[in-house]
């Protein structure tokens, strides 16, 4: 195997774009707390009295969040990597701290060149399989929606960015579709392109569009929960369709891109839980709050990853020397 060593980055070109994002994030959040009217001493008073149990059950299910988004991806990936679960689950939590520190998700990019360096396996075949899983995240919104609105009915905003992903799905399915149709293939396609084509086209779509419908919903479903489970630490009783419809609102929001999806995620949850009355000045708090029990677990557990595997992400290629003996009984034994 070939070993290509991958270009450093510039790390003076990343900081300005964290910058720019921090700022943006930071203006979301601005912009919607002077609008609501909330002021700094009534953030400060809501934080006052937390209970925090919630907030500590709410920590740890962010770990079980990232290990059902992780068998989401597995399950996409297999078929152009044979990786145990347990190694995918690593590449997700490298790929989420690196979310944490990165604009633009570019967390997820981290992820692919991760796992890349541990495997062998080609980035632009792994970035397919990527691709397929952001996809397939989407399509989890749009399945998990119907089972949520058995408990509840939902605000019409809520309808409307149904809508909206059901648009986002139904776009990339036809990118998905157009290159695993094999019409950009030939002889005189890329290197690049043809391994890009390899991870779209690697899943059997009818399988994957069953497996996905059963996996995908299971993330949002569960953040529904956690995010009910969380409100309790300040005192907010609220609904599985309220819950829903805030993980739905700083879903939304992380459109602004800033690093660990900071400002955004609390302007979109604030907004959100306000259109159900609840106080402003409790819904920043609590948004605040519970941003901090879904970054902190993941960000802390990627840096122990990356120090025991004792990774550089930019050097010398590593391969993992369980994946190696996995690819080779593989290429051995290809039934």
Known sequence: MTDVRPASPAPRRLWPRAVLGLCLGGAAATVVSLSLGIS???????????????????????????????????????????????????????????????PAR?????????????????RAKLLGTEIVDFWSDKWGWIAAFPVVCLLGDPPAWLSRALLLMAAVVVLV??????????????????????????????????RLLLVETAISPLPWLWETFVIAVAGHALGLSLTPMQAFATLTAFN??????????????????????????????????????????????????????LVVDGEVLFGK???????AALLETTAADPG
């Not at 948004?287 to 990627?302: A, E, M």
């Not at 290629?317 to 994946?323: A, F, K």
């Open 106 to 122: 570019g967390g997820d990019l981290l992820r692919v060149q991760y796992l890349g360096r541990r495997t062998g396996v080609s």
């Open 317 to 323: 290629r590593r391969m993992d020397p369980g994946v």
């Open 252 to 305: 939304i929001a992380t459109a602004v891109p800033s690093p660990g999806n900071a400002g955004s995620f609390e302007a979109g949850g604030t907004l959100a839980l306000a259109a159900f009355g609840v106080d402003k000045g409790l819904a920043l708090a609590f948004i605040f709050l519970y941003h901090l029990t879904q970054i902190v677990p993941g960000f802390l557990g990627g840096v122990l990853i």
């Open 173 to 206: 399915s036809a990118v998905l579709l157009v290159m695993a149709s094999g019409l950009w293939r030939g002889r005189t396609a890329p290197a690049f392109l043809s391994n890009l084509r390899d991870g779209f086209a690697a899943n059997h779509w009818r």
């Open 40 to 102: 700094r001493r009534d953030l400060l008073a809501e934080l006052q009295g937390v209970h925090p149990e919630p907030l500590v059950l709410a920590a740890l299910g962010s770990v079980i969040l990232l290990g059902l988004q992780s068998l989401r991806w597995w399950i996409v990936m297999r078929p152009v990597l044979p990786l145990t679960y347990r190694q995918a689950f690593k590449a997700m939590v490298v790929g989420f701290c690196g979310n944490v520190l990165l």
